[in-house]
Nanobody, 122 residues
Framework: VQLQASGGGLVQAGGSLRLSCAASGRTFSSYTMGWFRQAPGKEREFVAAISWSSSSTDYANSVKGRLSISRDNGEKMVYLQMNSLKPEDTAVYYC????????????????WGQGTLVTVSS
């Protein structure tokens, strides 16, 4: 599966953005999908994940209650709704696909999009 993320931009603290990830390939619906982010000088970190059926979701503690992951298997899309954004959310955001059950482990994600930059100003 090939992935392309979009929707990043500049937003003020407290604002909202919606990231999208478009997938290609016939087996998209069988993948666990995740969002990760990488801030300058820091390692890539887990943000959120959703199971193939949308029955399970998982969030990093730092984003819980503010960010929401969803997917549309018919449209082959994954979304990350980002509300109440903070300057510390500034990073390049990547969508990724894993053939395992829902997971935070970056090593289990085999397919990655190109990333979209989110900048939150204070």
């Amino acid at each position: 599966v090939q992935l392309q993320a979009s929707g990043g931009g500049l937003v003020q603290a407290g604002g909202s953005l919606r990231l999208s990830c478009a997938a290609s390939g016939r087996t998209f619906s069988s993948y666990t999908m995740g969002w990760f982010r990488q801030a300058p000088g820091k390692e890539r970190e887990f943000v959120a994940a959703i199971s193939w059926s949308s029955s399970s979701t998982d969030y990093a503690n730092s984003v819980k209650g503010r960010l929401s992951i969803s997917r549309d298997n018919g449209e082959k899309m994954v979304y990350l709704q980002m509300n109440s954004l903070k300057p510390e959310d500034t990073a390049v955001y990547y969508c990724a696909a894993s053939r395992t059950v829902i997971t935070r482990n970056v090593r289990t994600y085999s397919n990655w999009g190109q990333g979209t930059l989110v900048t939150v100003s204070s």
